[in-house]
């Protein structure tokens, strides 16, 4: 299985995007059953050779070429690679794609979706892009012009993707008192507007954040 990463997007995207990767299982590889574990980002996956085979909280997901998972606040399932998988993904902030492209947070928390269903037929241009080339490279290109577009028209961040994405960025290590003194709420209101336009709790999102940047960590 070949793997390529880069966490180094253009000045103008790291507000919204952490970084691109993409995995190739070749014809000799054996296949391999992967593990979701909880994580904060809102990830994009282009599907340009076979279909994995994914199950999302004990479901079967019907086959996507292009699909968006937003927050996992727990173990999410599993994916089978077999040899002729081919996947590009964009990593997003946790509410990066949210913000881009107008998709409340809530929406995709603890789910996957089409992503053709949420965006349009921009989503099948794009995907035709980025199968048409050959390098990772040459992947990243393509995006990163396509997602510079719409940072470009970005005008307003929601307060609370500000918060969760802060809280994000801290490892979780935030009080969550300060973060609604910050937004000039109680705490009890702090957490239900957060939960409700994120949909957890910031205590929750923080305990995960700790958890990602753990083994983060020791992948590094």
């Given at each position: 299985?070949r793997?390529?990463?880069?966490?180094d997007?253009?000045p103008?995207?790291?507000?919204?995007?952490?970084?691109?990767a993409?995995?190739?299982?070749?014809?000799?590889?054996?296949?391999?059953?992967?593990?979701?574990?909880?994580q904060?980002?809102?990830?994009?996956n282009?599907?340009?050779?076979?279909?994995?085979?994914?199950?999302?909280r004990?479901?079967?997901?019907?086959?996507?070429?292009?699909?968006?998972?937003?927050?996992q606040?727990?173990?999410?399932?599993?994916?089978?690679?077999?040899?002729?998988?081919?996947?590009?993904?964009?990593?997003?902030?946790?509410?990066?794609?949210?913000?881009?492209?107008?998709?409340?947070?809530?929406?995709?928390?603890?789910?996957?979706?089409?992503?053709?269903?949420?965006?349009?037929?921009?989503?099948?241009?794009?995907?035709?892009r980025?199968?048409?080339?050959?390098?990772?490279?040459?992947?990243?290109?393509?995006?990163?012009?396509?997602?510079?577009?719409?940072?470009?028209?970005?005008?307003?961040?929601?307060?609370?993707?500000?918060?969760?994405?802060?809280?994000?960025?801290?490892?979780?290590a935030?009080?969550?008192?300060?973060?609604?003194?910050?937004?000039?709420?109680?705490?009890r209101?702090f957490?239900?507007?957060?939960e409700?336009?994120i949909?957890?709790?910031?205590k929750?999102?923080?305990?995960?954040?700790?958890?990602?940047?753990?083994?983060?960590?020791?992948?590094?």
């Amino acid at each position: 299985m070949r793997l390529f990463f880069n966490s180094d997007p253009r000045p103008e995207l790291r507000p919204y995007v952490r970084a691109y990767a993409q995995r190739v299982v070749d014809a000799d590889d054996p296949v391999v059953i992967e593990y979701v574990p909880a994580q904060l980002d809102q990830v994009l996956n282009f599907e340009l050779g076979k279909l994995p085979g994914v199950r999302h909280r004990a479901c079967s997901v019907p086959g996507a070429s292009t699909w968006i998972g937003g927050a996992q606040t727990s173990f999410s399932g599993f994916m089978d690679l077999s040899p002729g998988v081919e996947s590009f993904a964009i990593f997003f902030q946790p509410a990066g794609w949210s913000e881009l492209f107008n998709v409340p947070v809530l929406e995709i928390t603890n789910r996957i979706a089409d992503a053709r269903a949420a965006i349009g037929s921009d989503m099948q241009t794009l995907w035709n892009r980025v199968g048409g080339v050959s390098t990772f490279e040459q992947r990243v290109n393509i995006v990163e012009g396509w997602l510079a577009e719409r940072a470009a028209l970005v005008r307003t961040q929601n307060r609370m993707a500000v918060a969760a994405t802060f809280i994000f960025r801290q490892h979780g290590a935030v009080r969550i008192p300060a973060l609604a003194e910050w937004n000039s709420l109680g705490v009890r209101q702090f957490e239900r507007r957060f939960e409700r336009e994120i949909g957890t709790t910031p205590k929750t999102f923080a305990r995960v954040a700790r958890f990602q940047a753990a083994v983060d960590a020791k992948l590094a």
